[in-house]
């Protein structure tokens, strides 16, 4: 190989290591499935003994008006406050707890909250956290699934 | 997603201010038909649509049509600049719980009700809007005298 052809070999290796390294690093969680839970997967756990804490990171309204029971309200998490709030309620769990964190507040691929709450628990070390995915919005993808539901604070 | 209320419920009576310090009361619009928009500044889909509901006010308003736009979660300050930027041709108002509670909740935005002449809900979509379908909603609830 010349030395023209080692320089470019070097450079894609090293664009690839870069590449590596920034996805590795990435704070904004994939789509993937291992970071989601479904609705009706949830509903199982909530039945289940190994309950998760359930944090509620969205607006106020909507937890007023309807919530997984359970559900701590520490939002939006798309505001300094909401994150503050988010990391103060989750100071004291085990790092290994089984948390989940939920929004509904609009359709998931727009959501300002869920993301950032997230990227700031998987921060501070939690291990096992999970998005409950809600495609359209709580009200469509919970509550009118018949799934449980609290009112008020 | 379109659905309709289970059985026809009657627009609730309750007071808002709009920006320009009017009050709105979804109630007080009977032999109009009534386009309640919940929606948010912050939300996306809320802010996408707006300008399809301004064409439809400005389309049907002659033959009956008026809109209010609800807020959820937004300062004054920023529905004032949210307005002005956009040249909002219809009322905003700052939205609260008991609005959406009245409505049967709102547990999601952008989330749209048709109120018929009649004064009862016809139509609530939940998220953003098949304007397709809407518009031919509202066509169908103008008709009706």
Known sequence: MNAWNQVRAGFCLLTLLTAALALGQSSEPAPGGSDLIQPAELVKALQSRAKPTIFYVGPRLIFLQAHIPGAEDVGPASKAEGIDKLRRHASSLARDRFVVIYCGCCPWEHCPNIRPAFAELRRLGFTRVKMLYLATSFGSDWVEKGYPEQKGE | ?145
């Open chain 2, 1 to 145: 997603m379109t659905s309709k209320q289970p059985a026809l419920a009657a627009a609730p009576s309750i007071t808002l201010t709009d920006l320009s310090g009017n009050a709105i009361n979804p109630s007080g619009y009977k032999g109009k038909v009534l386009l309640v928009n919940f929606w948010a500044a912050w939300c996306i889909p809320c802010r996408d649509e707006i300008p399809q509901f301004m064409v439809l006010e400005e389309k049907y308003r002659a033959r009956g049509l008026e809109s209010i736009g609800i807020s959820m979660d937004d300062p004054e300050s920023t529905l004032r600049d949210f307005c002005r930027e956009y040249k909002v041709n219809y009322p905003i108002v700052a939205g609260n719980q008991k609005i959406a509670e009245e409505f049967g909740g709102v547990l999601g935005l952008p989330t749209t009700f048709l109120i018929g002449r009649d004064g009862l809900i016809h139509a609530r979509h939940a998220g953003a809007a098949d304007f397709p379908k809407l518009e031919h909603e509202i066509q169908a609830l103008l008709d009706k005298r």
